[in-house]
């Protein structure tokens, strides 16, 4: 089954996940569920799961991936095998972040998913880092006066979580989350995490890429509400609301699609990523087949 055909990712957690036949089944105290492997784009296996030796063999011979995650996907962990098995946006991703022109092609095209309606076709990158600055501490002031929460600025330490107020605990919290979800997407669709187009030098500047997507609409108002509740499990309750949004609002599947519009913005049909075709590199155009003898190809005299 095509890519475009699969649900886009399955989410199971505190379950034993096994193979019958054809289908996974997952079997908790409320019983079982079947689901035909070949349907499934990704399978997110959450706290509290076991699977089966069988169950990841059949996952792998349908062209399935397999992503361990924390709770409703927010925290991301390993991963399997990439959800198909074309390298087609891996190769697209390559591609345009190792051309200057192409690279900030992307990049503007990220700034203008957070600035609908507004022409970013012709900014630098330094405007875009300015626009992108004021819209967040706009953002933090917004939520602030919302909530009656204070705020002076964005302070935390990475190395001393207890060190920060309640509200940048709160944020550190949810933007981990999101980095859990964008990281989970990236894998799945066989991505590099490392090959970001803003943020670089880091084995993670994709995933920072995408996750920052969704900073502003997600993980800020989050942060805040949480603050304002005072609460005693800041982190805690922080992670269930994200993972509550995620959930309601389908992040995983609108994160996957942004992703491949960023990579492959041209391509009016859904790629099948899981053609499994290899194809041999051509120094002179396309590619070519690798399943035949290239013999007649080679134009030269043998020097002996």
């Given at each position: 089954?095509?890519?475009?055909?699969?649900?886009?990712?399955?989410?199971?957690?505190?379950?034993?996940?096994?193979?019958?036949?054809?289908?996974?089944?997952?079997?908790?105290?409320?019983?079982?569920?079947?689901?035909?492997?070949?349907?499934?784009?990704?399978?997110?296996?959450?706290?509290?799961?076991?699977?089966?030796?069988?169950?990841?063999?059949?996952?792998?011979?349908?062209?399935?991936?397999?992503?361990?995650?924390?709770?409703?996907?927010?925290?991301?962990?390993a991963?399997?095998?990439?959800?198909?098995?074309?390298?087609?946006?891996?190769?697209?991703?390559a591609?345009?972040?190792?051309?200057?022109?192409?690279?900030?092609?992307?990049?503007?095209?990220?700034?203008?998913?957070?600035?609908?309606?507004?022409?970013?076709?012709?900014?630098?990158?330094?405007?875009?880092?300015?626009?992108?600055?004021?819209?967040?501490?706009?953002?933090?002031?917004?939520?602030?006066?919302?909530?009656?929460?204070?705020?002076?600025?964005?302070?935390?330490?990475?190395?001393?979580?207890?060190?920060?107020?309640?509200?940048?605990?709160?944020?550190?919290?949810?933007?981990?989350?999101?980095?859990?979800?964008?990281?989970?997407?990236?894998?799945?669709?066989?991505?590099?995490?490392?090959?970001?187009?803003?943020?670089?030098?880091?084995?993670?500047?994709?995933?920072?890429?995408?996750?920052?997507?969704?900073?502003?609409?997600?993980?800020i108002?989050?942060?805040?509400?949480?603050?304002a509740?005072?609460?005693?499990?800041?982190?805690?309750?922080?992670?269930r609301?994200?993972?509550?949004?995620?959930?309601?609002?389908?992040?995983?599947?609108?994160?996957?699609?942004?992703?491949?519009?960023?990579?492959?913005?041209?391509d009016?049909?859904?790629?099948?990523f899981?053609?499994?075709?290899?194809?041999?590199?051509?120094?002179?155009?396309?590619?070519?087949?690798?399943?035949?003898?290239?013999?007649?190809?080679?134009?030269?005299?043998?020097?002996?």
């Open positions: 089954m095509r890519a475009s055909e699969r649900v886009s990712f399955i989410y199971l957690e505190r379950c034993t996940v096994h193979r019958d036949g054809n289908a996974i089944i997952a079997t908790d105290e409320r019983g079982v569920v079947h689901i035909p492997a070949a349907t499934i784009g990704a399978l997110l296996l959450g706290p509290g799961t076991r699977v089966t030796h069988q169950a990841m063999t059949l996952m792998a011979e349908s062209g399935s991936t397999a992503v361990w995650v924390g709770e409703q996907g927010v925290r991301y962990y991963h399997g095998r990439p959800l198909g098995r074309s390298s087609r946006l891996l190769d697209a991703q591609r345009a972040v190792s051309n200057r022109d192409s690279r900030l092609a992307v990049a503007r095209a990220m700034y203008a998913m957070r600035f609908p309606g507004e022409d970013t076709s012709s900014l630098t990158m330094q405007q875009l880092r300015g626009k992108e600055g004021a819209r967040v501490r706009r953002s933090y002031r917004e939520h602030a006066e919302r909530t009656g929460v204070e705020w002076t600025r964005r302070d935390y330490d990475p190395n001393d979580f207890e060190a920060s107020d309640d509200v940048n605990k709160a944020l550190s919290a949810a933007t981990t989350c999101l980095y859990g979800v964008a990281h989970a997407v990236t894998v799945a669709l066989g991505c590099s995490p490392g090959l970001g187009f803003v943020h670089t030098g880091h084995d993670r500047s994709f995933v920072y890429d995408i996750a920052d997507l969704y900073k502003a609409e997600i993980a108002p989050v942060a805040f509400d949480v603050a509740a005072d609460v005693d499990d800041i982190p805690a309750v922080t992670r609301q994200v993972r509550d949004i995620v959930y309601q609002s389908k992040l995983l599947p609108r994160c996957a699609g942004d992703i491949k519009q960023l990579l492959l913005p041209d009016d049909d859904v790629p099948d899981d053609a499994d075709v290899v194809y041999l590199w051509d120094d002179r155009g396309e590619a070519v087949n690798s399943a035949q003898s290239h013999d007649a190809d080679y134009d030269y005299e043998v020097p002996w």
